[in-house]
């Protein structure tokens, strides 16, 4: 992949300064969502502060419904070829005892995959370019425009050189995080917000032995191996964040090796024989939130809209989902946008309260193992569910 701070294909150079879409965020849900407004033949403009190769902190784990989703897409050999590991297999240890629970063949996915963000982000960067999309890296979202009704017609960015532009489009979508500028502008207001959030640091180790994704839990900790490219495993270890604040002092390191004693000591045993490549990295979390995702001339998706406490490992997925939910809304030859757009939010939030509740419990770290089981089961049951939603999309429009 070559870096440049612009990308656009041939036919979308010589498109005029007006788009028909302005998504602001370069990330899954942003890639993806201008990938499919492209696709169905939409002039879309992506803006991203950031530089095209800048690594993001990430679960990196694909759920069936976002495989399911970059197969269909044409998306999953990039996966594939560049070598990250299928996953047919979960190991769950709850405290001394594990559960390993296979993946079976279902809505056409027999494995899952936790791609680095370095390869998933360009990938679908890629295929937004080339199916026409135009893409500006190192381009800061600083306001957006309004007309006189309030309605939303744009922003204004400035570029890589340091200079204030303007972009005008029929829509802008935020997908530019959780701090987003689009959602703190429009006053996007929420109507779920979660209580409980999780302190998490993670690295990168080889020489690691592994059998597929392995979670490890115990009273007020838990921990992951979760094997990703280049032969390496992310290992991972988190807290509640108020725990985090009030006990953990130290650098990354040193508190690191608490957690992960506490969480898993048989891997903290093999730790010191593993390689560690780069370097920890870690967030102390905040409470999730399901936000409104639409109103005159906006939208939102991926974190700007819904988020949920990494514990449970599927905003990527959400990211993906919520994408093709918000293209196949603005692509709709019929009846009102408003209503399309509405009819976004109902779906999403149809396929996002339960999970969310579901998250937010087990990231307060308020259970018991038992309780903690339960927990877990009900979410793999939702995925199920959410996996044959995403399956049974009539996608011929939006994916062709």
Known sequence: MTVALIRRSRTAASQPATHDAIVVGARVAGAATAMLLARAGLRVLVLDRARPDADTLSTHALMRGGVLQLRRWGLLDGIVD???PPIRRTIIHYGNDAEAVDISARAGVDALYNPRRTLLDPLLVDAAVAAGAEVRFGADARAIHRDGS????????????????????????GADGPRS????TVHARDHMSGQGSSAMIYGYWSGLSVDGDEWFYRPGVAAGLIPTNGEHVGVWVGTATTRFRAEFEGDLETVFGRLLRQAAPEIAARIPIARHDGRLRGHLGYAGYLRQPWGPGWALVGDAGYLKDPITAHGITDALRDAELLARAITATVGDAADELAAYQRTRDELSTRMFAITDAVASYAWDLPRLRDLLIEQSREMSREALAIAALDHEAIAA
């Open 181 to 184: 500028l689009i959602a703190r």
């Open 82 to 84: 560049a070598g990250t």
């Open 150 to 173: 309030g309605r939303v017609t744009g922003v204004a960015y400035r570029d890589c050189d340091g200079r204030t532009r303007s972009a005008h489009a029929a829509i802008t979508i």
